[in-house]
């Protein structure tokens, strides 16, 4: 979720495209329930999503149960175009976990060690197409690459 300022410029941005004037968050709230695909479309173009091949619809119900859904149909992105394009020293992953440990990873340290994984990955051959598993916890603190 973006940072409260953030928050607020969306909600500016809502508030005069869709001319709404909202007194408190969950009044943004209200509307991005009942106005799902509009939410969601504001929240794309928010992010500035960078995609090789735009949506043709942001939302369909494609059956009777919860996940019979599919969301910005036809558009193909690539995640971690997204994520490291940002290099600046913003939070970018906040985590805990059920013992209590917490931290964050800034945008400059995620670019950093997803450059040190990709040529440590190259090393060893490995290609395009080729996948990877494993938890991130493990990959931070490994020290086997």
């Not at 410029?9 to 007194?23: A, D, G, P, T, V």
């Not at 369909?60 to 394009?85: P, Q, V």
């Not at 450059?115 to 598993?133: M, Q, T, V, Y």
Request: charged share 30%; proline share 2%.
């Amino acid at each position: 979720m973006p940072s409260e300022i953030g928050l607020e410029r969306f909600q500016k941005i809502i508030e005069r495209k869709y001319n709404l004037n909202f007194e408190s968050y969950w009044d943004l709230h209200k509307w991005s329930v009942e106005n799902f695909p509009d939410f969601w479309k504001e929240i794309w173009n928010f992010f500035d999503i960078i995609v090789s091949n735009p949506y043709e619809k942001i939302f369909r119900k494609t059956g009777t149960g919860i996940l019979d859904n599919e969301w910005f149909c036809g558009a193909k992105l690539n995640m971690a175009e997204n994520f490291l394009r940002i290099r600046d020293n913003r939070v970018a992953i906040a985590y805990s976990d059920e013992f209590e440990n917490k931290g964050e990873i800034t945008f400059a340290e995620m670019f950093e060690e997803v450059k040190r994984f990709a040529s440590a990955f190259r090393k060893h051959g490995l290609g395009e197409g080729d996948r990877i598993g494993g938890e991130w916890f493990f990959l931070i603190n490994s020290n086997k690459i």
